[in-house]
C-alpha cells in the first residue's frame, strides 16, 4: 500500500501545506482518505479522483474534517467527473448530523449526504474492511467526541497506524504495536510542559511511543506553522533510535 500526505499542518492549514488529510491507496483498490482538513480538497485534485474515493474519520475537530462540504459539491455537482457511485464514509457515530450541518443550506437544518456516501460508525476494536484493508480503531484522549487512532494493515501484513489527536495514552501504544509507518501528531513541539493534559502529544511523546510500540518508521504530522519542526524532532529522535521523518505535503510511503 502507499500512504500519500495531502496536508499534515497542525490545528489549521498553512502555505503549501493543507490540514490534516491523507490518502491510502491500494492496487486494484478504491483510495481511502483518511481525514479531510481544510485545504484538502485542492490537493486530492492534484493526484486523485476525489469522486472515487473512500473517507474515514478520525474524529470531527474542524482542521480534520472542514473541507468535507467541497467535496460533496465535487462529488455532487462536478459537469464531467461527478460521482459514479457511493462510496463508504467511516468516522463517529454523530458524523451524518455533524458534517451535515456543515453543508446545510440554513440554520438547524441538515444536508442529508446519504446520496453519495454510506455511513458507518466506528466500533473501538471492531475492525472494518475497506479496499484490501483492515482498519481498527482505538479510543485515544482527546476533547473531540469518538476521537480513535487508526490501525490500518494490507493483505501483505503491513500496517500505517495514525494517531489522529491524542495527549498520551497506552491505547496509542497498543494501536502502534511493531507498525511499519506510524503517521503520529506532535503538536505541542518538543514537549508538553506546561501544556494542557489529553490534547495533543510533544515529539518527545511521539518518539516515547514509537520506541514502546517498537515501530519502524515514524512520521511526525500535525506541527503548527509556528513551531520549529526541527525541534520537534530533535525531542523524538532523544527517545526513538528508529527512523523519524517529518511529514510534508505531497509525500509518499511505499509499504
Excluded at 476525489?50 to 460533496?72: E, G, M, N, Q, Y
Excluded at 476533547?143 to 489527536?165: C, W
Aim: hydrophobic fraction near 40%.
Amino acid at each position: 500500500m502507499q500512504l500519500t500526505i495531502l496536508g499534515c499542518s497542525g490545528s489549521l492549514a498553512a502555505p503549501g501545506n493543507p490540514a490534516s488529510s491523507y490518502v491510502i491507496s491500494v492496487p486494484g483498490e478504491t483510495d481511502v482518505v483518511m481525514d479531510f482538513g481544510p485545504g484538502a480538497l485542492a490537493a486530492m485534485q492534484e493526484r486523485f479522483d476525489p469522486s472515487a474515493a473512500h473517507v474515514i474519520f478520525s474524529h470531527l475537530h474542524a482542521d480534520h474534517c472542514s473541507d468535507f462540504p467541497s467535496l460533496l459539491v465535487w462529488r455532487r455537482y462536478h459537469p464531467t467527473a461527478p460521482a459514479e457511485q457511493r462510496h463508504r464514509l467511516i468516522g463517529p457515530s454523530y458524523a451524518p448530523e455533524h458534517l451535515g450541518r456543515m453543508s446545510a443550506d440554513a440554520p438547524g437544518e441538515q444536508d442529508d449526504f446519504s446520496d453519495t456516501f454510506e455511513f458507518t460508525t466506528w466500533r473501538t476494536g471492531q475492525p472494518e474492511q475497506l479496499s484490501g484493508l483492515t482498519i481498527t480503531p482505538f479510543d485515544v484522549v482527546h476533547p473531540a467526541q469518538e476521537s480513535h487512532a487508526l490501525r490500518i494493515e494490507d493483505a501483505s501484513g503491513k500496517v500505517i497506524t495514525f494517531s489522529g489527536d491524542s495527549g498520551f495514552a497506552p491505547t496509542l501504544i497498543d494501536a502502534a504495536r511493531a507498525a511499519d509507518l506510524f503517521l503520529c501528531e506532535a503538536a505541542w513541539g518538543a514537549t508538553s510542559e506546561g501544556k494542557a493534559e489529553g490534547m495533543h502529544l510533544s515529539g518527545k511523546e511521539a518518539g516515547r511511543i514509537a520506541r514502546e510500540a517498537d515501530v519502524q518508521t515514524l512520521v511526525l504530522v500535525h506541527i503548527q506553522p509556528w513551531t520549529d519542526p526541527e525541534e520537534v524532532l530533535a525531542a523524538a529522535r532523544a527517545e526513538f533510535d528508529g527512523e523519524i521523518v517529518l511529514g510534508t505535503a505531497g509525500a509518499t510511503f511505499e509499504l
